[in-house]
């Protein structure tokens, strides 16, 4: 089957929400996982694309917020929840999801920032972002600026 990029723009901007919830509420990721799946009609979703996100992030949080802390200006602690889940979710990508494009990464997480987070947080999103995947992708960044 193949997987069409509106069904990973639902999954991610669902990913987001469902790290947003895990980070505020701290319930377990199956109880989240199942009201989203109970209030949302995840037809045209890529459920596993979704899961993937959710589970990988709070199974290897430790690894993936130490992939872009050094970027930041200030402690993870303090940024707002949906930059978190924002910085929290694109890292993880740029980490374990090889299959997509850095470029698509960034730009989905910058989209989801523009339309869910506080004023220029797409702006700080995208800067923390093109340093994290310069970073975790350096090959693939240093291929597309020459090319």
Request: net charge neutral; hydrophobic share 40%; charged share 30%.
């Amino acid at each position: 089957m193949t997987v069409t990029a509106s069904a990973r723009r639902k999954a991610r901007h669902y990913a987001m929400q469902a790290l947003y919830q895990w980070q505020m509420a701290g319930a377990s990721l199956n109880s989240i996982e199942a009201e989203f799946h109970a209030d949302n009609d995840m037809s045209k979703t890529d459920v596993e694309y979704f899961r993937d996100i959710f589970h990988g992030v709070a199974k290897n949080l430790d690894e993936v917020e130490g992939a872009y802390t050094s970027h930041l200006d200030r402690k993870v602690e303090d940024l707002d929840p949906v930059s978190r889940a924002l910085l929290r979710m694109a890292t993880y990508e740029l980490k374990s999801r090889m299959d997509v494009p850095y470029k698509v990464v960034i730009n989905e997480a910058v989209a989801l920032a523009k339309k869910f987070g506080p004023t220029d947080a797409f702006k700080f999103i995208n800067g923390i972002l093109d340093k994290t995947a310069a970073d975790l992708r350096s090959a693939e960044v240093a291929a597309d600026k020459k090319g």
